[in-house]
C-alpha cells in the first residue's frame, strides 16, 4: 500500500513539474516577442491597407465624376485617365512591397531583441548583421521621407473635394438658397489643372454643382480620400516607429558585439593563464 501511495506522490509531482515547465516555457515565449515591432507592424500594415484600398476606389470614382460632369469629352482628360490609371498600378506595387517589408521588419525584430539571448543563450553578432541592421535604418529613413510627401499629396484630393463639398453647403444654405444668386456660386475644377482650359464644361454651378454633391460617388470618393490621407499619416507613424526600434536594435547589436570582443579576449587571457599555471605546475614537479 505505502509503495502505491508513493508511487502515485512521485506522478504528482512530475506533472507538477512537468506544468510548471509549460508555463516558464510560455512565459520565455512571450518574453522574446517584440511587442514594439508589432504594434509598428500592425500600424504599418492597417495603414497600407487603408491607403492602397480606399485610394484606388476613390480614384475611380472621381474619373466618373469628371467623366460625367466636368470633362464630357474624352479626349480632353485622356492624359489624366492614364495618369489615375498608372497610379492604380503603383498602388497594387505598393500594397505588396509593404506586406514583404513589413514582415522582414518584424523578422529583424524578432532576432534583435534582447530577449531572443534569454531564449537560445549564447548570442553573437556578425559584422554582417550590423550592417544589415545599418541598412535597414537607412532605407525605413528613405521610406519614412517618401511617405512623408505620399500624406502631402493625398491630402490634394482632399482639399479640392472638400472645397467642392463647401460651396454645395453654400447652395443648400437657408440664406442663398432659392435665391437667384445661387445660378452664380460655381467650381472651375480647370483651376486645379488636372484638366486643360479648353475642356467642356469645366465648370459646374447652381443647382447642377448641387446635384453632383447628392451623388452617391462623391459621397464616397470625398471620404475615402480622407480615409487613405489618413492611412497615409498612420504608415508614416509606424515607419517612425519602426525606425526607432531599428536604431534602438542597431545599437543593442553594436554594444553586444562589443561585449563579445571583451568577452572572448577575456577567455583568451584566461586560458593563457591556465597554460601559464599548468606549465609552472609541472617544473615544480620535475624540481621535486
Not at 130 to 157: D, E, N, Q
Not at 234 to 252: D, K
Request: glycine share 8%.
Amino acid at each position: 500500500m505505502k509503495p502505491a501511495m508513493e508511487t502515485a506522490a512521485e506522478e504528482n509531482t512530475e506533472q507538477s513539474q512537468e506544468r510548471k515547465g509549460c508555463f516558464e516555457c510560455c512565459i520565455k515565449c512571450l518574453g522574446g516577442v517584440p511587442y514594439a515591432s508589432l504594434v509598428a507592424t500592425i500600424l504599418c500594415f492597417s495603414g497600407v491597407a487603408l491607403f492602397c484600398g480606399c485610394g484606388h476606389v476613390a480614384l475611380a470614382g472621381s474619373v466618373a465624376i469628371l467623366e460625367q460632369h466636368f470633362s464630357t469629352n474624352t479626349s480632353d482628360h485622356a492624359l489624366l485617365s492614364e495618369v489615375i490609371q498608372l497610379m492604380q498600378y503603383v498602388i497594387y506595387g505598393i500594397a505588396s512591397f509593404f506586406f514583404l517589408y513589413g514582415i522582414i521588419l518584424l523578422a529583424e525584430g524578432f532576432y534583435t531583441t534582447s530577449a531572443v539571448k534569454e531564449l537560445h543563450g549564447e548570442f553573437k553578432t556578425t559584422a554582417c548583421g550590423r550592417c544589415i541592421s545599418g541598412m535597414f535604418v537607412f532605407l525605413t529613413y528613405v521610406l519614412g521621407v517618401a511617405w512623408l510627401g505620399v500624406f502631402g499629396f493625398s491630402a490634394v484630393p482632399v482639399f479640392m473635394f472638400y472645397n467642392i463639398w463647401s460651396t454645395c453647403e453654400v447652395i443648400k444654405s437657408p440664406q442663398t438658397n432659392g435665391t437667384s444668386g445661387v445660378e452664380q456660386i460655381c467650381v472651375d475644377v480647370r483651376q486645379y489643372g488636372i484638366i486643360p482650359w479648353n475642356a467642356f464644361p469645366g465648370k459646374i454651378c447652381g443647382s447642377a454643382l448641387e446635384n453632383i454633391c447628392n451623388t452617391n460617388e462623391f459621397y464616397m470618393s470625398y471620404h475615402l480620400f480622407i480615409v487613405a490621407c489618413a492611412g497615409a499619416g498612420a504608415t508614416v507613424i509606424a515607419l517612425i516607429h519602426f525606425l526607432m526600434i531599428l536604431s534602438s536594435n542597431w545599437a543593442y547589436l553594436k554594444d553586444a558585439s562589443k561585449m563579445q570582443a571583451y568577452q572572448d579576449i577575456k577567455a583568451k587571457e584566461e586560458q593563457e593563464l591556465q597554460d601559464i599555471q599548468s606549465r609552472s605546475k609541472e617544473q615544480l614537479n620535475s624540481y621535486t
